[in-house]
T-cell receptor, first 115, second 109 residues
């Protein structure tokens, strides 16, 4: 149980275009989903926390107009990187949890390369 | 401020034992997590400690001392597949995970 999927696994896009990444909890209802970014040889950096049906809470330094997060249902959250630039190239990982649980269940990650 | 410290890299021999230490300072405390992350993959959960003491799970054990703000992950009978980064994360009063930079563990035959 507690499986989280991400789609796509990897994506290459041109500078200036937008990319949408989906995060789904497959066998449980996630009250909270987290979006992380990880640059090579660095630890996870939390970008934002989203609760179903409400606006995401962004971490300091993360542009909410650039990284659009939608948590429309208890099983789906999306991250849209708008007007992507090469410096946005990174490994994006989502995780999900239920209200009563402390553990976060991670998706497999999405490798974004902006050319 | 909030801070998690762990060594950047460690090397150990196949079949041996290695201990990865982690010290933490967070606003409130709701537990200490250890995750394993292989290159290019997402983290996978290893352990969770919220009470002082040692939790054993097969070849892996995790220890917590809340008064010292200290935890360690102990890996026994090391295998080549254990080569990975090990991430320490403390959960703060808002139930948010504060992550360490990770310890890259290199296993040599």
């Amino acid at each position: 149980g507690a499986v989280v999927s991400q789609h796509p696994s990897w994506v290459i896009c041109k500078s200036g275009t937008s990319v949408k990444i989906e995060c789904r909890s497959l066998d449980f209802q996630a009250t909270t989903m987290f979006w992380y970014r990880q640059f090579p040889k660095q630890s996870l950096m939390l970008m934002a926390t989203s609760n179903e049906g409400s606006k995401a809470t962004y971490e300091q330094g993360v542009e909410k107009d650039k990284f659009l997060i939608n948590h429309a249902s208890l099983t789906l959250s999306t991250l849209t990187v708008t007007s992507a630039h090469p410096e946005d190239s990174s490994f994006y990982i989502c995780s999900a949890k239920v209200l009563s649980d402390t553990e976060q269940y991670f998706g497999p990650g999405t490798r974004l390369t902006v050319t | 401020g909030q801070n998690i410290d762990q060594p950047t890299e460690m090397t150990a021999t196949e079949g041996a034992i290695v201990q990865i230490n982690c010290t933490y300072q967070t606003s409130g405390f709701n537990g200490l997590f250890w995750y394993q992350q292989h290159a290019g993959e997402a983290p996978t959960f290893l352990s969770y400690n919220v009470l002082d003491g040692l939790e054993e799970k097969g070849r892996f054990s995790s220890f917590l001392s809340r008064s010292k703000g200290y935890s360690y992950l102990l890996l026994k009978e090391l295998q080549m597949k254990d080569s990975a980064s090990y991430l320490c994360a403390s959960m703060d009063s808002n139930y948010q995970l504060i992550w360490g930079a990770g310890t890259k563990l290199i296993i040599k035959p």
